[in-house]
C-alpha cells in the first residue's frame, strides 16, 4: 500500500509537498523545500506529497535519504518516479508522527541556539587572538629586560649569516632592499627592538610544481604543499599529495618550520606553519 501520493511526472503542486531536484548537477546538493501554496515545477524538479501523514516528518525523514545515491546518467544525472516509489518508509502513528517532529524542532532550536553562541564565541577568542597578537608585536605582551639584549646586534648577525649562505651557494643573494623611512613605521616599539624588512631576516621563496606529465615526479616520499593544505594552519604536518625523490629534487625545497602563505586565487593571504620538510 503506498503512503505517498507520488506527483513525481506532474507539474502541478495541489496540496503542501516537499520539493527536490530530480535532473542535473542540483540533484548533488541533496537540497529538500516545503511548499505550503499551490504552485508549477520545471521539470527538472520532483514533489512527494503526502496523504493523511504529517508534512514535517515527510521533510524531516527526507532530509536522511542521500539522492545522489539514486540517480542515473552521468552527463545528464536524473531520479525516475519509480526509485522514489520503492523508498523504504517508516511510518508510525499520526501522533508519533507529531511528538517527532515537536521533539525534532526543539532539538533543532537548540543546536541553532549553541551554534549562535559557539559563532560569538569564536568571534570574541579572534577579537582576544587579534588584541594578543597586536601587544605582541608592540612589545607590550613581556617585560622588556636590559638582559634580553639587542635586536640590532641580532640583526647583524642574521645578515652575516646570510652572507655566508650565498657564499655557500645556499640562497641567491637577493636585490637590496630599500631603506625603512619615518614615514613607513607604522608604531612604536621597545628601545632594544628595530625595524627591517622582512626579506633582510628571511629567506622569501615562490613555489613551484614538477612536470605533472611525468608521473616519476610524484610519489609518496615528500609533502608537496598547495594552498588546500594550509587550512590545518599552526600545525600543518601533511599534504594531500606527495612527491618521489626526483619531483622533491626539482623542486624549491623548504625546511620544518617555514611559514607558508598563498599568494595567488580564492584563499590569498591564508597562512600555515609546516613541521615536516617539502
Not at 520539493?19 to 541533496?30: E, R, S
Not at 600543518?236 to 623542486?251: A, C, D, R, V
Amino acid at each position: 500500500e503506498s503512503y505517498l501520493k507520488e506527483s513525481y511526472n506532474k507539474n502541478t503542486i495541489e496540496k503542501p509537498s516537499v520539493i527536490f531536484p530530480k535532473n542535473g548537477g542540483a540533484i548533488f546538493t541533496n537540497k529538500r523545500r516545503i511548499i505550503n501554496k499551490k504552485c508549477m515545477v520545471d521539470l527538472n524538479t520532483g514533489f512527494v506529497t503526502p496523504i493523511l501523514f504529517d508534512l514535517k516528518y515527510l521533510y524531516d525523514w527526507f532530509l536522511n535519504v542521500d539522492l545522489t545515491q539514486y540517480s542515473v546518467g552521468s552527463a545528464l544525472p536524473t531520479i525516475n518516479s519509480t526509485k522514489i516509489s520503492n523508498f523504504l518508509f517508516p511510518l508510525p502513528p499520526l501522533s508519533t508522527q507529531q511528538k517527532i517532529v515537536e521533539y525534532l524542532e526543539s532539538a533543532m532550536e537548540k543546536i541553532k541556539e549553541a551554534r549562535e553562541l559557539m559563532d560569538s564565541s569564536l568571534e570574541q577568542i579572534k577579537l582576544q587572538r587579534t588584541s594578543i597578537l597586536h601587544k605582541a608585536i608592540t612589545g607590550q605582551l613581556t617585560e622588556q629586560l636590559e638582559s634580553d639584549g639587542d635586536a640590532e646586534e641580532l640583526l647583524e648577525e642574521i645578515k652575516a649569516e646570510k652572507e655566508q649562505m650565498i657564499k655557500d651557494k645556499k640562497i641567491k643573494k637577493e636585490k637590496e632592499l630599500t631603506k625603512i623611512s619615518e614615514e613607513e613605521i607604522p608604531f612604536e616599539i621597545p628601545s632594544n627592538w628595530v625595524w627591517c624588512r622582512l626579506g633582510e631576516v628571511f629567506e622569501i621563496v615562490t613555489g613551484n610544481t614538477p612536470k605533472t606529465a611525468d608521473k616519476n615526479n610524484y610519489g609518496k616520499e615528500y609533502m608537496f604543499y598547495k594552498p588546500g593544505d594550509l587550512e590545518q594552519g599552526y600545525f600543518t604536518t601533511h599534504s594531500q599529495e606527495m612527491l618521489s625523490k626526483k619531483g622533491f629534487e626539482n623542486s624549491r625545497k623548504l625546511e620544518k618550520k617555514s611559514v607558508l602563505v598563498t599568494c595567488i586565487g580564492a584563499t590569498i593571504g591564508k597562512t600555515a606553519l609546516i613541521h615536516t620538510i617539502g
